[in-house]
């Protein structure tokens, strides 16, 4: 079926520095792309989403790029901070139904 | 705004018995939730689409007896593990449809479910 995937399954990055976690989706009929932030033990967080007749939305720290011609998402986070730390997940899907969501990538930031 | 409330956030049950989580919409209506299991270090899988006033959809593999899902109103989803088993300790999660000007997606803090 359509899945969605994360390239890297962990990303150290030093504190300060800016993160860019990468998402490959595969239903090219999807429409609505959402971030979430989950922190241990606590349930998922939105953080930012897009519509496919974007390519690019900003938020505070936070920005996600969507490539419809390759399938890829990504959030960038500026000046990581230790409080980013935490396991991101990418969800596609179309506004309005459910979302499959991607494995997870782990963001441990350095001090 | 657009807060799911979820409870309980943990709880412990023997065999056989039965467990309800609760989520409930505290400042808008919620005409779908989903409900959605993690496994440790692993990603959320949907388990079922509830929808208000009407029965639940249920995603492939998922027994729709074992887990009951109620949507009464337009501010409560419940689910209902019946006949707990080991095998069915796991993290439950909760999501809601908020609309307005800031429309998305919502998520309740989780249960953690031990069976014992």
């Known amino acids: 079926g359509e899945s969605v995937g994360l390239h890297l399954p962990t990303l150290s990055v030093q504190e300060g520095d800016n993160s860019i976690i990468n998402c490959a989706y595969s239903?090219?009929?999807?429409?609505?792309f959402i971030w979430y932030k989950q922190e241990s033990g606590k349930g998922p967080q939105f953080i930012i989403d897009i519509r496919s007749n974007m390519d690019k939305r900003q938020g505070q720290r936070v920005t996600v790029l969507l490539n419809k011609t390759v399938k890829h998402l990504s959030l960038q986070i500026a000046a990581t901070q230790p409080g980013d730390s935490a396991v991101y997940f990418c969800a596609e899907g179309t506004y309005g139904q459910n979302f499959v969501f991607g494995p997870g990538t782990r963001l441990s930031v350095l001090p | 705004g657009a807060v799911v409330s979820q409870h309980p956030s943990r709880v412990i049950c023997k065999s056989g018995t039965s467990v309800k989580i609760e989520c409930r919409s505290l400042?808008?209506?919620?005409?779908?939730m989903f409900w959605y299991r993690q496994f440790p270090k692993k990603s959320l899988m949907l388990m079922a689409t509830s929808n208000e006033g009407s029965k639940a959809t249920y995603e492939q593999g998922v027994e729709k007896d074992k887990f009951l899902i109620n949507h009464a109103s337009l501010t409560l989803s419940t689910l209902t593990v019946t006949s707990a088993h080991p095998e069915d300790s796991s993290f439950y999660i909760c999501?809601?449809?908020?609309?307005?000007?800031?429309?998305?997606?919502?998520f309740g803090s989780g249960t953690r479910l031990t069976v014992v």
């Open positions: 239903n090219s009929a999807s429409d609505y």
């Open positions: 400042d808008f209506q919620a005409t779908t």
């Open positions: 999501s809601a449809r908020f609309m307005g000007a800031d429309y998305g997606y919502t």
